[in-house]
């Protein structure tokens, strides 16, 4: 036996794979240049090696930390599909760890931590949860003090951003990362003191491509990005991180600290916001060490830039107002500062096919939730929509004139608002959607603009609010002012004193929310009395509308587009209006600050509500104009443009302009967020808790009879036909959505088959009766039915409204 185990070693030993010699530096670094930085970087632009020069690794094989971010150098330009310039992958802790001839990159796993715990704890906690390791390779030199070079093109070469998934825009579209066509672009690699910047050229191709990227890329099924890695130091110690407070409006980093006392919170959140300290910190007034200044880019066009930077220097007031002398400024980038250093905070100018979102994106620490630069991406083609609609409001003629209402006047007021927004979230700060309540409270709102009537005509001049909110000092006193959580917790006081409200995204950017507050793009301290206002506005909007919407010259084809936004004016008020039904009034409250008890709004102002919301889908206002129809009805001769294609009410055939789907469009924004089914539930809990708050069969039946109380003119009563269609159809979808309370859904059932009965009774001749009868027996045909609503061609179908995408 002992000789078999002797004979089998002698063969493993004799077949082993010898060790990998590596090349001395020296040669490996031929035909390189160097740069030096945060990491020293050997660049082959012939050989395409990046090669990196790393620090001997420590005891665990760590031979660097650093705060890792991907982003896009060159953008899809498809709004819908969110590959935009600049947009960038979030903040991630990466290592490079040496194992063996090995280079291991990891992204570590900072969020599950015991915080100030020893370091047999800390180590417990470590090996409890996964890392990632998102790339590996070998080291291609050793210097006798234990450093090493290692080839990063590889790294550099994969599709970290997942864009092959996010291209993925259809079910049959399936894009692939090509290798052959991908390659890391040694002339991009740039090297900063805080920074190290990377990039690679990648291509993905697919045999089916979807309208999307078809409409941009000048290849079929073939498009290439250019992405950038960022290696970013970590910020020097020192940073006091502040914890989260749901009342206060930032966003935070969360924390799963398994070192907490027992008792207190396990998960919790820091703060996301810059490293803003005083040089005198006892002073209630001091200038700070180090301001934040934010660059806009030269990118951007005049007199766009100017007002960006106008609008971003708002800041400065609130922070001033908080104590901060100096603390906050706006500059235009000077030439020949690079916008990849990471000490430069930017305000991006972007591009893209069709109108989109802008972002505000800070780079964070994860560990502690310090923001290290401050990131906006402002879409170029928001300021052309606004400058349409304005137009059409006011008319063309007035653009570039000086008036008062002159349409680029107003957009460059809300460029300044939009620049103010957007740097607001890079500086920590989440939307704040109740501000309208109180009157431009924020610039973190979305504002709608404040469309008056002046001798019955619409007027611009207070279209936008100017400088920083009541809700931005307090934002700005509670997240940079306060040095400590004590020092925080007065000025949140103060603020709930104050009355200051706060909605974040998740209780009011979709329809069916319930909170009474929390409403995008309205205006006002009452949703009622606004949706009545705006809808006197839309009137004499709609009555004035014409030929003068555009300028000369222009194509009198895009007067469709420019008719939309005009004749879904209300589109936003009614939203919120909306939220007054079933809607409930609770804070973010924390146990003891005496805001913690949730409460519905009044029966009487929910019945105002719907009283309001069902005077919106009366003829008087769903009836377009006779007068309007000839001039909607234009042809164009040239390539379709997707920018137009998606944003126009569909015709009657070619160019012929179609009233009556213009009318069931506007009917299905009441009806969206009147039938929303969470809605519906809400109002059965309430009318179960009260008796007096409406219910949502009182809804319906309220609905049911406004849609069928037919006017004698016969004009008008083709307008209540399409409107009753549409009304009748968005109740039985509404009614087999799997959201909606069964035994609501049931009673709808009965409600709706009662309905149907009635309709087939309906005696005479005409086409009223021969409607009716038909639309009965619709009702009565379980199959046809769900024939009809399968139908994606009977679903009235909304253009956007809001910046497209997601």
């Not at 005696?763 to 994606?792: C, H, I, K």
Request: glycine share 8%.
């Amino acid at each position: 036996m002992t000789v078999r185990i002797a004979a089998l070693f002698l063969i493993s030993t004799t077949f082993a794979t010898p060790a990998l010699a590596l090349d001395p530096p020296a040669k490996v670094l031929e035909g390189t240049t160097a740069q030096t930085g945060l990491i020293p970087l050997h660049v082959d632009r012939k050989g395409g090696r990046i090669l990196a020069s790393l620090p001997a690794p420590d005891a665990e094989g760590v031979s660097g930390r650093f705060i890792y971010t991907a982003s896009l150098e060159t953008g899809l330009g498809s709004a819908p599909l969110g590959l935009d310039y600049a947009l960038n992958s979030g903040s991630r802790l990466l290592v490079f760890r040496r194992v063996g001839k090995k280079v291991v990159a990891e992204i570590e796993n900072p969020r599950f931590r015991a915080e100030g715990a020893g370091p047999q704890e800390q180590a417990g906690v470590r090996r409890s949860f996964a890392t990632s390791t998102i790339w590996m390779g070998d080291v291609a030199a050793e210097n006798a003090d234990g450093s090493f070079l290692v080839d990063l093109s590889g790294f550099v070469a994969r599709d970290d951003l997942g864009i092959a998934r996010a291209l993925k825009e259809q079910d049959s579209t399936d894009y692939r990362l090509v290798p052959e066509l991908s390659v890391a672009d040694p002339n991009a690699a740039r090297v900063f003191p805080k920074n190290v910047e990377l990039a690679a050229r990648l291509t993905f191709t697919t045999t089916k491509p979807g309208p999307e990227v078809d409409n941009i890329a000048p290849a079929t099924g073939n498009v290439t990005f250019t992405v950038r890695h960022s290696l970013i130091a970590l910020p020097e110690p020192g940073y006091v991180p502040r914890r989260f407070d749901p009342r206060a409006g930032s966003f935070g980093t969360q924390v799963i600290d398994f070192n907490a006392p027992l008792g207190s919170q396990v998960v919790y959140e820091l703060a996301n916001r810059f490293r803003l300290e005083k040089t005198d910190p006892n002073a209630a007034r001091s200038p700070v060490k180090k301001p934040i200044v934010f660059y806009i880019d030269p990118a951007a066009p005049e007199p766009i830039r100017t007002a960006l930077r106008e609008g971003v220097a708002w800041w400065r007031d609130a922070f001033d107002a908080a104590g901060l002398v100096d603390a906050f400024r706006a500059e235009i980038l000077p030439a020949g500062a690079d916008p990849l250093d990471i000490r430069y905070n930017v305000v991006t100018w972007v591009n893209r096919a069709t109108r989109g979102w802008s972002y505000g994106q800070p780079i964070t620490d994860p560990r502690t939730g310090e923001i290290i630069k401050g990131q906006v991406l402002l879409g170029s083609l928001r300021v052309r929509q606004d400058m349409m609609i304005y137009q059409a409001l006011v008319g063309a003629g007035l653009t570039g004139t000086g008036d008062p209402n002159d349409p680029i006047t107003a957009a460059l007021a809300r460029i300044r608002q939009l620049g103010a927004h957007e740097v607001g979230h890079a500086l920590g700060f989440a939307h704040n959607f109740a501000a309208s309540i109180g009157g431009r409270q924020s610039v973190m709102d979305y504002p709608a603009p404040r469309v008056r009537l002046v001798d019955g005509k619409p007027d611009l001049t207070d279209a936008y609010g100017v400088g920083i909110g009541t809700w931005d000092k307090f934002a700005v006193a509670w997240l940079y002012g306060a040095r400590t959580d004590a020092d925080a917790q007065p000025v949140m006081a103060a603020g709930l004193a104050e009355g200051l409200r706060y909605v974040p995204d998740q209780d009011a950017r979709a329809s069916d929310t319930a909170h009474p507050l929390g409403s995008l793009w309205d205006d006002g301290s009452d949703p009622v009395a606004e949706l009545r206002r705006v809808m006197e506005v839309r009137r004499a909007a709609i009555a004035r509308f014409g030929p003068a919407a555009l300028k000369v010259g222009d194509p009198q084809s895009q007067l469709r587009r420019a008719f939309v936004p005009v004749w879904l004016l209300h589109r936003y008020q009614v939203e919120a209006a909306s939220k007054l039904l079933g809607g409930v009034d609770f804070h973010y409250a924390v146990t003891g600050d005496g805001t913690g008890e949730a409460k519905p709004v009044a029966p009487d102002r929910q019945r105002a509500a719907l009283d309001v919301l069902l005077d919106t889908l009366s003829p008087e206002a769903l009836a377009v104009p006779a007068q309007l129809l000839p001039n909607l009805s234009v042809g164009w001769s040239g390539d379709d443009d997707r920018q137009t294609d998606i944003e126009v009410m569909r015709t009657a055939g070619g160019p012929v302009f179609d009233p009556l789907a213009a009318t069931e469009t506007a009917a299905a924004v009441t009806l969206t967020d009147l039938l929303a089914p969470t809605r519906l539930n809400r109002l059965e809990i309430q009318s179960q808790a009260d008796p007096a708050s409406p219910s949502a069969h009182e809804v319906i039946d309220r609905l049911i009879d406004r849609s069928f109380a037919f006017p004698r003119d016969p004009g008008a009563a083709g307008v209540q036909r399409r409107i009753a269609t549409t009304t009748v159809l968005a109740l039985a979808r509404t009614q087999r959505d799997g959201a909606l309370s069964p035994t609501i859904a049931l009673a709808l059932s009965e409600r709706l088959n009662r309905l149907g009965q009635s309709l087939a009774k309906a005696g005479g001749s005409g086409v009223q009766a021969d409607w009716s009868r038909g639309l009965g027996r619709l009702l009565l045909d379980r199959e046809a039915l769900t024939a009809a609503l399968a139908d994606q061609r009977r679903l009235p179908k909304v253009p956007p409204g809001m910046p497209i995408g997601d």
